[in-house]
């Protein structure tokens, strides 16, 4: 299993995900106003460089296959064990983003259920997403595309992301943002779908997320 990884000698030696601090605010849900205090999310979706150094055994896709590209075919156990696996190797709180963390950076300073504004347009979404009209085919990555408002790269497109936490009325988890392989107007912030936790397929990531407030 990937999370009998042994311990690197030491944090230095590990590939460091780029984590951006997500300030905190106010955003519309579902119909209600929840507030999101500030927390910590990577820059883009965990790389094969750093997953390998977790998984030695990890496989990379064709797909997405050098050190820098997005690691795929990645499970939602892989996602939270690798998560506790470099909280223990950092010594720092890593886990998956929430459903709600992950909506509100994708959203950006937008705080409505509306389109936000840097996906408002196609050109707008060409500039900023890797989508069906665009990528090739293939998994892009997101740093050749524009940051949406909070600096974040690739929130849709790219990959589909895993979060934290489980639907309410069954096993499954949830994915977030959609991939490389879908039309540019299928992509918005509220596109998810569920999948079992084993599931893992070529357009499947996850970020890194860490709350600012210690003990949060």
């Given at each position: 299993m990937a999370s009998s990884s042994p311990l690197p000698r030491s944090?230095?030696?590990v590939?460091?995900?780029i984590l951006w601090l997500v300030p905190g605010g106010e955003v519309l849900i579902d119909g209600r106003?929840?507030?999101i205090e500030p927390f910590y999310l990577s820059k883009w979706?965990?790389?094969n460089e750093q997953f390998k150094s977790f998984d030695p055994d990890y496989r990379r896709s064709?797909?997405?296959s050098g050190d820098r590209d997005l690691a795929v075919g990645i499970s939602w156990n892989q996602a939270h064990a690798y998560c506790r696996w470099y909280a223990e190797v950092s010594r720092k709180p890593m886990r998956l983003p929430t459903r709600t963390e992950w909506l509100y950076a994708c959203r950006g300073s937008s705080t409505s259920d509306d389109q936000p504004s840097w996906t408002a347009t196609p050109e707008a979404i060409d500039r900023h997403c890797w989508h069906a009209g665009n990528s090739e085919?293939?998994?892009q990555h997101p740093q050749y595309r524009h940051a949406n408002d909070f600096g974040l790269h690739g929130m849709l497109g790219s990959v589909w992301e895993w979060v934290a936490e489980a639907p309410e009325t069954d096993d499954q988890r949830i994915l977030c943002?959609?991939?490389f392989r879908l039309q540019?107007?299928?992509l918005h912030p509220n596109l998810f779908r569920h999948e079992v936790p084993h599931f893992a397929a070529t357009d499947t990531g996850f970020r890194v997320a860490r709350s600012f407030r210690i003990g949060a």
């Open positions: 944090y230095a030696h590939p460091r995900t106003t929840v507030t979706p965990v790389t064709p797909l997405s085919g293939r998994v943002g959609g991939s540019p107007q299928e």
